[in-house]
Nanobody, 122 residues
Framework: VQLQASGGGLVQPGGSLTLSCQAS????????MAWYRQVPGNERELVAA???????NYGDSVKGRFTITRDNAKNTIYLYLNSLRPEDTAVYYC?????????????????WGEGTQVTVSS
């Protein structure tokens, strides 16, 4: 299983970005998917999470500015980052929890994707 994230970049304060993350492989099902972010020297923090039923949960610092969505058919999540601030600068990581494979539908594993850099600066 691979998680491929894309969409990071440099944006000015107040600007917007869209991140996407697709899980690939012989996937049977995925439970929660999420975005985390990390700044060097700090712990990785939850940005947003979404269940298969599309129930969403956000970190306090991004509520009202970021939106997470999910396409279950494509095993893909998106993160719409609006009203970006310099303190949103971080490496953003995609996470998939409770992934099962077609040939092992009762064996759950968790996966992290490689990060994508988001830099908010004028």
């Amino acid at each position: 299983v691979q998680l491929q994230a894309s969409g990071g970049g440099l944006v000015q304060p107040g600007g917007s970005l869209t991140l996407s993350c697709q899980a690939s492989g012989s996937i049977y099902s995925i439970k929660d998917m999420a975005w985390y972010r990390q700044v060097p020297g700090n712990e990785r923090e939850l940005v947003a999470a979404i269940t298969p039923a599309k129930i969403k949960n956000y970190g306090d610092s991004v509520k009202g500015r970021f939106t997470i969505t999910r396409d279950n058919a494509k095993n893909t999540i998106y993160l719409y980052l609006n009203s970006l601030r310099p303190e949103d600068t971080a490496v953003y990581y995609c996470y998939a929890e409770g992934v099962t494979l077609i040939n092992r539908p009762h064996d759950e594993q968790n996966y992290w994707g490689e990060g994508t850099q988001v830099t908010v600066s004028s």
